[in-house]
């Protein structure tokens, strides 16, 4: 380990092959809403039927690797690198990206575990663009964060744009006082976002803490703007008994004033951004009442970017950490479960010894599309060019952004 020079920072690296940054596309018709055409097992990235729209700087030699040559590789690189090198695994991310993982999690206990590790030098984060960033502002400047595919963004964060929620804000608070309006991010979100809601006397929250964060909100305030993803607003602001039908709005950032009233504005404990995921609405009520017929006494668990319906019919919600842990620590049987694929076989598989079944509530495959895009090619090739001395993909969030981006994220590490 000690025979390799290895950069500290960007700067020392030799000049780096890729300059490509992650630009959030337009939705929805750049972006498929999920991935549905075949099963989840890795095939070389050659034959990856969506690669002419994930990043292209990837050198050619990789294309045609295996699954297995692409593991060699990585293992290779993690022994040389030791404890220099800590890769990070969202639960989301396939099973051959996510088993070189040092650490899984959701998003909440990834930022945590990379704010913890200051002894790594490169933080490999194999999740999307949102998550990576979070990490760099968590961790010291001379850290570098890198995200294997420039092209894993996230659908629901790239439904707000800052300038759409900087427009809105303004509309919203020509109407409300802007003291009494708190916002709130959800860490899906461009780290623009979580330094406006930093500077606004807001914070960030995840599935985990939502609702610890609303209720920390609602000591500050009268009225809270909560964004991107509505639903995970709506279900938790019932949690808080706020009633959805009668104190909360949704806002439509395409609309002048959200497409709402002032007296409708005026009413409102929870202004919900029209944002949502399009991996978790695909989860309906027809399918948890197909599930109970099929498997009498089975237990439903969703996560809370589900719709208030599916909520509503499922027997318990959570973050992702929740659902592993209401599986893990629940009596034997049959759970039909609400969230993404990957994490629910690999769920199935660790507990199915247990005398647990876990199945996924949505009959079609379908793995978020771009998380899916964390391909080890891409794992493989940002490791061995750190071996190599060069940085690329590196994530950076800009001083400005970070300094109140930071105190956002602060903010929500504070509450829990
Ligand atoms: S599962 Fe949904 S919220 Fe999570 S990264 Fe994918 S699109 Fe974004």
Redesign the pocket.
């Known amino acids: 380990m000690s025979s390799l020079h290895l950069p500290r920072t960007p700067e020392s690296a030799a000049a780096p092959p890729v300059a490509t940054e992650y630009v959030a596309p337009r939705l929805p018709e750049d972006l498929p809403d999920a991935y549905c055409e075949g099963d989840i097992a890795t095939i070389p990235l050659v034959q990856e039927p969506h690669r002419a729209s994930w990043q292209t700087e990837i050198p050619e030699r990789y294309l045609a690797m295996d699954a297995d040559e692409l593991a060699d590789r990585i293992r290779g690189v993690k022994a040389a690198l030791g404890e220099r090198l800590l890769i990070l695994g969202?639960h989301?991310q396939r099973d051959d990206v996510i088993r070189f993982a040092d650490f899984r999690g959701d998003s909440f206990k990834l930022a945590r575990q990379a704010a913890d590790h200051s002894q790594a030098d490169f933080i490999l984060f194999c999740?999307?663009h949102f998550m990576a960033e979070s990490a760099d502002i968590l961790t010291r400047p001379d850290q570098a964060v890198m995200l294997p595919n420039l092209a894993a963004g996230?659908?629901?964060?790239d439904m707000a744009q800052p300038q759409d929620v900087y427009a809105s804000w303004d509309e919203l608070t020509s109407v409300v006082p802007a003291e009494r309006t708190i916002p709130v991010t959800y860490m899906?979100s461009d780290a623009k976002l979580k330094a406006f809601v930093g500077r606004n006397g807001g914070a960030v929250c995840t599935s985990s803490n939502a609702t610890a964060v609303l209720q920390w909100a609602f000591q500050r305030g009268d009225r809270v703007l909560f964004f991107p993803?509505q639903h995970l607003g709506r279900n938790t602001g019932k949690k808080l008994g706020i009633d959805p039908r009668d104190a909360m709005a949704l806002w439509n950032p395409a609309q002048r004033m959200g497409g709402l009233t002032a007296e409708q504005i005026e009413r409102s404990k929870i202004l919900l951004w029209q944002g949502h995921?399009?991996?978790?609405v695909r989860f309906k009520v027809d399918q948890i009442d197909k599930a109970r017929a099929q498997h009498p006494g089975c237990k439903v668990v969703v996560h809370p970017?589900c719709t208030e319906a599916v909520v509503d019919a499922a027997d318990a919600d959570g973050s992702t950490e929740f659902i592993i842990n209401y599986v893990k620590n629940g009596p034997p049987g049959v759970y039909a479960v609400g969230t993404?694929i990957n994490l629910v076989h690999r769920l199935h598989e660790e507990v199915k010894d247990q005398g647990k079944t876990v199945f996924c509530l949505d009959p079609i495959i379908c793995p978020?599309?771009?998380?899916y895009r964390i391909h080890p090619a891409y794992q493989a090739w940002v490791l061995e060019e750190l071996v190599a001395g060069r940085i690329v993909n590196q994530i950076r969030v800009d001083d400005d952004t970070r300094e109140w981006a930071n105190l956002a994220l602060q903010r929500m590490l504070e509450i829990v």
């Open positions: 969202h989301y999740g999307v996230c659908s629901m964060a899906n993803d995921c399009s991996v978790h970017e993404e978020c599309a771009t998380m």
